[in-house]
């Protein structure tokens, strides 16, 4: 008899925009997403983690608000931070959810982001 042993993968589609009302855009992707943000800075940021999303927002000058500032992935197998662009231009970047947090955590060290598995 022959035994598989299968590692789950923890891959979820992480996706950023910029906003420029970030009261407003917490609210509305609370609602959406159905949970609170689990790391929040005043006026700068904010991150929801759900089972199949990493999502978040960010007041960014350099962006008209609601485009896109990336995509990603959220994966529990990256060793470190990685960014790369794909054929189009967009930028995607691999992380873990650690690697996340102290990203977060180096920005604005305010946040005192901790993850919650």
């Known amino acids: 008899m022959t035994?598989?042993?299968?590692?789950?993968?923890?891959?979820?589609?992480?996706i950023a925009i910029a906003t420029d009302n970030i009261e407003g855009s917490i609210k509305?992707?609370?609602?959406r997403l159905g949970v609170e943000p689990c790391?929040?800075?005043?006026?700068e940021?904010?991150?929801?983690?759900?089972?199949?999303?990493?999502?978040?927002?960010?007041?960014?000058?350099t962006c008209i608000p609601g485009q896109l500032r990336h995509l990603g992935w959220?994966?529990?197998t990256a060793l470190s931070f990685s960014?790369?662009?794909?054929?189009?231009g967009v930028v995607w970047e691999r992380f873990s959810a650690q690697?996340?947090?102290?990203?977060?955590?180096?920005?604005?060290?305010?946040?005192?982001?901790?993850?919650d598995y």
């Open 45 to 61: 940021y904010a991150l929801w983690r759900t089972d199949t999303v990493n999502f978040s927002i960010r007041q960014d000058s």
């Open 99 to 115: 690697q996340q947090a102290e990203e977060i955590n180096a920005l604005w060290p305010i946040a005192s982001y901790n993850v």
């Open 74 to 76: 959220e994966d529990n």
């Open 39 to 43: 790391s929040f800075v005043l006026n």
């Open 83 to 88: 960014e790369e662009k794909d054929i189009n």
């Open 3 to 14: 035994t598989t042993t299968t590692t789950t993968m923890t891959k979820k589609l992480h």
């Open 28 to 31: 509305d992707y609370t609602a």
